[in-house]
């Protein structure tokens, strides 16, 4: 489904060295050529070492702006952001990187033509407010992180820039991504990607959520999939210029536990809950995303059994 300004232009990752960022510039390398992609980030690390990489801070608006005319950009994956644990630790901080990160690009992109710009939300934006099960996409938008407000306002400024300036932004709420290439860094969902590390390397996991914990999750290939489907589609498909919610399947941490307890059966996980079970408890457990397979056919090919057998696999083929 590649279309015209995908196939013509200059394609920009920022958060490039993230756990989505890295797999997304691989799969954009391939399916586009190394060439076009320009990966930047404020730490370089091994994934992100065959592309062009740049050092680019996306709080310094002067710098994005030139940036992007330099290389002459006009597609922009703007994944440069603090996670909802992190966040928590330095809310300023977290405001200006995620809020005045995004503001910047929205900026940027809005005076160049043609420009298209995804940009990530999350089941963050959802509190306790909303319903815990198929939370639907126009559930109240109350999250108690910092993280989460974020997100809300990004959400806004999308469809702002969107309504207002007619700039083509896409975005999803993610909900938590386990992958077998990067780690998570500083989210409330990290431990459903720790403990496979942990399993195989040691045969035990202390969780820092509680065994009847439930999240809404997705692996990494449907993220990449997802995110990369709703970019290159027609504009007249997309009518949600917020942010779509996104599925791929809930469990427990103590389910996670016993499943991968079927291909380890020593594994040993422990519980003790810290901080970020207070965050966990106030997000959605299962996430309705009818608007995004109606609009631009959304359809996940992953589920709790299927992941796990493919992430034990990755995993156990990198340490031997
Ligand atoms: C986090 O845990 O902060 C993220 C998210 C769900 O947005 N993975």
């Known amino acids: 489904m590649k279309d015209s300004l995908f196939a013509s232009t200059r394609i920009l990752v920022t958060g490039a060295s993230g756990q989505i960022g890295s797999e997304l510039t691989s799969e954009l390398a391939r399916r586009y050529g190394n060439d076009k992609i320009v990966v930047s980030d404020i730490k370089r690390t091994e994934a992100a070492r065959a592309i062009s990489f740049q050092y680019l801070d996306v709080t310094d608006k002067a710098a994005v702006q030139r940036f992007v005319k330099d290389r002459d ?75 989460g407000v974020t997100k809300v306002v990004g959400e806004l400024l999308c469809d702002y820039y969107s309504d207002k300036y007619g700039l083509d932004v896409r975005s999803l709420r993610y909900p938590g991504i386990i992958s077998s290439e990067t780690l998570p860094g500083g989210g409330t969902t990290d431990y459903a990607v720790e403990i496979f590390y942990a399993a195989i390397k040691d045969k035990r996991y202390t969780c820092f959520v509680s065994k009847n914990t439930i999240l809404p999750m997705m692996y990494m290939p449907d993220c990449i999939s997802g995110t990369l489907r709703l970019m290159e589609v027609d504009l007249s498909r997309i009518s949600i210029r917020t942010s779509y919610n996104l599925a791929g399947f809930s469990f427990s941490a103590g389910e996670l536990a016993e499943e991968i307890k079927k291909h380890i059966p020593d594994f040993v996980i422990e519980y003790k809950p810290d901080f970020r079970q207070k965050i966990a408890d106030s997000w959605p457990m299962s996430i309705d995303d009818s608007f995004a397979r109606k609009d631009w056919g959304w359809k996940p090919s992953y589920n709790l059994s299927s992941m796990t057998k493919d992430m034990i696999g990755k995993l156990s083929a990198r340490k031997s």
């Open 73 to 147: 950009i006009q597609v922009i994956f703007h994944l440069a952001g603090i996670l909802s644990a992190t966040g928590e630790m330095n809310p300023e901080k977290t405001w200006s990187v995620n809020t005045g990160g995004l503001r910047n690009i929205l900026d940027v992109a809005r005076d160049r033509t043609p420009m298209r710009v995804f940009w990530p939300s999350s089941i963050a934006v959802f509190g306790p407010e909303a319903p815990k099960i198929n939370t639907q996409q126009e559930s109240p938008l109350m999250p108690r992180t910092i993280y």
